[in-house]
């Protein structure tokens, strides 16, 4: 079974900048697999979205995609 630890997350700022930084994430999934979470991430960013995924345990960003969603 796969590890449930991965995080998902989508906001309407760039995370690596803050630059329009609102106070809450627009989507947010907890305890995923790490290929849901990055289906997730890659829709959201799709729709519009600054996403990351994220490692629960280290709290280590694994991807991060823009808007329209380019990983970077």
Known sequence: MKEQIYQALATIHDPRTDKGM???PVHD??????E???????QWARNGYWTS???QRTAECIVDYS???DDR
């Open 53 to 55: 995924v994220y490692n």
């Open 29 to 34: 999934r907890v305890n995923l697999s790490r």
């Open 22 to 24: 609102q106070a809450a």
């Open 67 to 69: 808007p329209k969603g």
């Open 36 to 42: 849901k979470a990055v289906q997730f991430a890659q």
